[in-house]
């Protein structure tokens, strides 16, 4: 099992960029997914999360109204679009799967409630 994350890079303030995260080794569409970072010396927060249909999102305060999460289960990838990026976005980037066992609505929103981790990806902003 395996999440790919991909799609990080150095932006200027207000550009964009996509973020994906690609599941291998099982199939995650009954999983909730979420991305979340974590810059230096700061613990892992979430940014967004999905639930394993895609009716119910959830974002966190400081990117709501320019991040996007969505999903393409026959895909079996997550993706971030960010846009109106600013230099506190500046982090490393992970997505995360719970295990797909609970079909629920309700996004967990801290790192002990996902089962599966990508690697990360880092997004740095310039001023």
């Known amino acids: 099992v395996q999440l790919q994350a991909s799609g990080g890079g150095l932006v200027q303030a207000g550009g964009s960029l996509r973020l994906s995260c690609a599941a291998s080794?099982?199939?995650?569409?009954?999983?909730?997914m979420g991305w979340f970072r974590q810059a230096p010396g700061k613990e892992r927060d979430i940014v967004a999360g999905?639930?394993?249909?895609?009716?119910?999102?959830l974002y966190a305060d400081s990117v709501k109204g320019r991040f996007t999460i969505s999903r393409d289960n026959a895909k079996n990838t997550v993706y971030l679009q960010m846009n109106s990026l600013k230099p506190e976005d500046t982090a490393a980037y992970y997505c995360?799967?719970?295990?797909?066992?609970?079909?629920?609505?309700?996004?967990?929103?801290?790192?002990?409630?996902?089962?599966?981790w990508g690697q990360g990806t880092q997004v740095t902003v310039s001023s």
């Open positions: 995360a799967a719970e295990r797909g066992i609970r079909l629920s609505t309700i996004i967990r929103t801290t790192p002990s409630g996902y089962d599966y």
């Open positions: 999905i639930n394993w249909t895609g009716g119910t999102i």
């Open positions: 080794g099982r199939t995650f569409s009954n999983s909730n």
